[in-house]
Nanobody
Framework: QVQLVESGGGLVEAGGSLTLSCAASGSIGRITVMGWYRQAPGKQRELVADSTTGGRTRYADFVKGRFTISRQRQEGVYLQMNSLKPEDTAVYYC???????????WGKGTPVTVSS
């Protein structure tokens, strides 16, 4: 029943910006952690940033000062990406963790390619 729909990925030059969006639908509960992960070719999926219902945020070291995560209650989560680097090239995945039932939900991913 839960569905996460991502958008906003694409091609951008180094130093440019992109905004990723994830729209959440279905019954995910009132208390959630919503965030973004990424996976580069040949590498493991890694946390980029996430945000709790109470407004606490967490960022990977490699994006601090460049990316900003935000959310609209339980309806969506967004990632504003500035000063993009070629190393940011990856497929970016939206993720929601529902506290009450302990379930994790994933989007299908949206690719981001940063050229030098």
């Amino acid at each position: 029943q839960v569905q996460l729909v991502e958008s906003g990925g694409g091609l951008v030059e180094a130093g440019g910006s992109l905004t990723l969006s994830c729209a959440a639908s279905g019954s995910i509960g009132r208390i959630t952690v919503m965030g973004w992960y990424r996976q580069a070719p040949g590498k493991q999926r890694e946390l980029v940033a996430d945000s709790t219902t109470g407004g606490r945020t967490r960022y990977a070291d490699f994006v601090k000062g460049r990316f900003t995560i935000s959310r609209q209650r339980q309806e969506g989560v967004y990632l504003q990406m500035n000063s993009l680097k070629p190393e940011d090239t990856a497929v970016y995945y939206c993720q929601v963790h529902a506290y009450l039932d302990g379930m994790d939900y994933w989007g299908k991913g949206t690719p981001v390619t940063v050229s030098s």
